[in-house]
């Protein structure tokens, strides 16, 4: 492997994506890390002299790989369009055209770079969906959920989908245009056949409106190009969410969540999250937990908090972790153990 951080960084992330099913990223990316010289190189400036540990941090291979898929969304250079999957799906030849493109286009591939990934996997909520149903069953009460980096907000809907769990069973509406699947291991609790939903709202920093074709087109990009049901996902969930009319709040997350999941009277509040926190600075981290406990010392058995959150443990990317924290009492639970697209989960209950 590369002494150079950012050249490391590319073949990490081309080994991540073979490893999740991506063989068009798994085979570009380390392409791109045995040629930086020149234009491409270019594109890490803000990154260089940056450690490998940065790099990973701020998802700068996520950043590239996501602005070259954009542009060839885009059909703004069209031999890329030709280059990238459903098209063409020779890695050698695509990494070819796409340094002559980062040529042509290098200035719009470094805006795309300059923000963070914002990406929004529907399959997660295949995920998150046991963890809403663990609340249901505590507490008895209609649910307000509140979702913190919610992008654009598809998993908010997440009861409006419908699923099959494995061995955990089908739930949800079997008509619904987005279908989510999870392999599900570890014991099989009973799931809740419905639950109420009262009230749904997010918050993003920059919050995603996907009636602009645009924008809509930048979330997409973080898909990879060759995982086609990914995509097909992504487009049934945001014609429902264009259809619901859902919104996203721009703000602040720490201070969103200290003006909105103050507990409310007959209902169960909800603040969750998934492969959302690595991004926030600590500070934020800290100003967000602690809104969360002022908030659970005020709860009541008629009105409780949850805190459900899929998220990396600290220090380690692997394995994605689903918690839960009910107040009254503040007690954390490891609920399961999930692949951070959603296509797998070990539940521990």
């Known amino acids: 492997m590369s002494d150079d951080p950012i050249a490391r960084m590319l073949q990490t992330q081309g080994a991540v994506c073979a490893s999740f099913g991506s063989a068009f990223y798994g085979a570009l990316a380390p392409l791109a890390a045995a040629e ?16 490998y540990r940065q790099l990973v941090d701020d998802a700068v291979a996520l950043r590239f790989l996501g602005a070259l898929h954009d542009l060839a969304l885009s059909g703004e250079d069209a031999d890329l369009a030709a280059a990238f999957p459903p098209v063409g799906d020779d890695a050698a030849a695509a990494w070819r055209v796409a340094r002559a493109a980062i040529e042509r286009h290098g200035a719009r ?7 963070e990934p914002q990406t929004n996997e529907v399959r997660r909520s295949a995920c998150l969906l046991p963890g809403f149903l663990a609340v249901a069953a505590a507490f008895g009460l ?3 959920c509140l979702e913190t980096g919610a992008s654009a907000g598809l998993n908010q809907l997440w009861n409006r989908y419908g699923y099959d769990l494995g061995a955990a069973g089908r739930w949800g509406d079997p ?17 809740a056949s419905s639950v109420a939903v009262a009230e749904t709202a997010a918050c993003d920093r920059n919050p995603i409106d996907l009636a602009d074709p645009a924008q809509r087109r930048r979330l997409k990009a973080y898909l990879w190009p060759d995982q086609a049901e990914r995509m097909a996902r992504f487009d049934a969930a945001a014609g429902v ?9 721009k703000a602040d997350a720490a201070d969103w969540t200290a003006a909105k999941a103050a507990p409310r009277e007959g209902l169960a509040t909800v603040v969750f999250h998934s492969i959302f926190w690595q991004y926030l600075p600590a500070a934020t981290q800290t100003a967000m937990r602690t809104a969360l406990e002022r908030h659970g010392a005020a709860v009541t058995a008629s009105a409780p908090l949850a805190w459900l959150r899929m998220e990396p ?6 394995p994605i972790e689903l918690r839960l924290t009910l107040w009254p009492g503040g007690e954390e639970r490891l609920l399961a153990e999930v692949q951070a697209h959603g296509a797998w989960l070990t539940w521990k209950g």
């Open 109 to 115: 591939i470094a805006v795309f770079m300059s923000h």
């Open 313 to 318: 443990p600290p220090d380690a990317p692997v």
């Open 36 to 51: 930086l010289a020149g234009a491409p190189r270019a594109l890490f400036a803000p990154w260089e002299g940056a450690s």
């Open 175 to 191: 008509a619904s245009p987005v279908q989510l699947n999870a392999d599900w291991s570890g014991p099989t609790p009973a799931l």
């Open 241 to 249: 969410a264009i259809a619901a009319g859902v919104r996203v709040e």
């Open 142 to 144: 209609p649910m307000r």
